[in-house]
């Protein structure tokens, strides 16, 4: 079993900056792929963007140079950072890990004036 804990996430301005933190713990050498999904009310959660063990990421084409991911593979913890942010990026941001599909609890992220 994986847990995954995430963390960073809050309030912030339009045009302003987020980092994300997920730490995992358990049995974390097993996993390949982790990353970030978000999820708005009433709609499907979707991808965010994903990181690999080896460093090859992929990045929902609406968040391409605005967002970075980053993994430290031997902790198992993962960040996004997360610039020129707008208001449609309001969402819960989810952790996952894989294989299989393990998930966090969520961090909201609101970005309002």
């Known amino acids: 079993q994986v847990q995954l804990v995430e963390s960073g996430g809050g309030l912030v301005q339009p045009g302003g900056s987020l980092r994300l933190s997920c730490a995992g713990s358990?049995?974390?050498?097993?996993?390949?792929?982790m990353g970030w999904y978000r999820q708005v009310p009433g709609k499907q959660r979707e991808l965010v963007a994903t990181i690999t063990r080896g460093g090859t990421t992929k990045y929902a084409v609406s968040v391409k140079g605005r967002f970075t991911i980053s993994r430290d593979s031997a902790k198992a913890t993962v960040w996004l950072q997360m610039n020129d942010l707008k208001p449609q990026r309001t969402a819960v941001y989810y952790c996952t890990a894989a294989p299989p599909n393990y998930w966090g609890q969520g961090t909201q992220v609101t970005v309002s004036s």
């Open positions: 358990g049995n974390i050498l097993l996993l390949t792929v």
